[in-house]
C-alpha cells in the first residue's frame, strides 16, 4: 500500500532556487483630496477661483491633457496602440520590446476605454429661495486610459496607467523579478532567466539580500523619477534616451 503525495513533496524535489520578494505591484497614484466631493469643489472654488464647482469646468483641463498626451507621442515617434476588447496588452509589449534596441526609454502608449469613478454635476434647489445650484456627486463612467509603457535600466519594463478624466488618477506596474534581472546583470552575477522569474542563480544569498532591497523608498523614487523626466531631452525612438512621460 502507497500513501499519496503531496504537491508540496512533489515540488520539494524539482526545485532549483527559493527566493522571496516581489512579483507584479500595482500600485494607485493619486491625490488623497481630490477623491472626495468636498475637495474638489475647494479646488476649483478656491485653487481655480471658480464661483461654483462644477464638473463643466473639468472638460477643458482633460481635453488639454489628451491634446499634450498626443503631441507628446508625436514629437517622439511613438506608436499609440488601441487596444481591442480581449486583447493581451502583455503581447502587444513583448512585440515592442522585442524590436527596442535602448538601455531605457518609452517603448509606446496603449490606450482603452475602462469604468472608473468620476464626479458628475446635478442640479439641486435651494429650499428658502428655490434658486438652482450645481453639486457635485461621485458616479461612474467608460473613460480612456493611457498606458505608457517603458523600460528602465533599474526595474526593467513597467508601465504608468493615466485616467484621462478629472482628477486624472493613475497607476504604477512593476515587476519585481525584472528588477532581480536588472541588479543581478548589472554586477555581473550569473543567472538564468524564466519569463517571469529566476531558475537558477551563482549567487542565490545575493539575490535574495537584492530581493529585500526592493522597498517602499526605491519604488517611490522611480515614480518620482518618472514625473521629473517631463523636460529631459530625445533622440529619437529606440535610442535608449530618458523620455518624458
Known sequence: MSIARSVAEILSEHVTLELEGIDRMYLNVFV??????????????????????????????????????????????????????????????????????GEEGVLYIGKAQEKTPVFRTERRRNPKTGASYPWLVRSSAMVNHFYVYCVDRDFGPFFLKFCTYFPYNAKLCINGHEWLKRQLAQRDIGYEALDNGVLACDRPAKAQALCEALSPQKIDAQLAQVVAQAAAPVHGRGSGSRLPL
Open 32 to 101: 488623497p483630496r481630490l477623491q472626495r466631493e468636498a475637495g474638489v469643489a475647494a479646488f476649483f472654488r478656491f485653487h481655480r477661483g471658480h464661483r461654483f464647482a462644477s464638473s463643466v469646468l473639468m472638460d477643458p483641463i482633460s481635453q488639454a491633457f489628451v491634446d499634450a498626451m498626443g503631441r507628446f507621442a508625436e514629437a517622439h515617434e511613438l506608436d499609440v496602440v488601441s487596444f481591442r476588447k480581449g486583447e493581451r496588452k502583455d503581447e502587444v509589449t513583448q512585440a515592442y520590446l522585442k524590436r527596442f534596441r
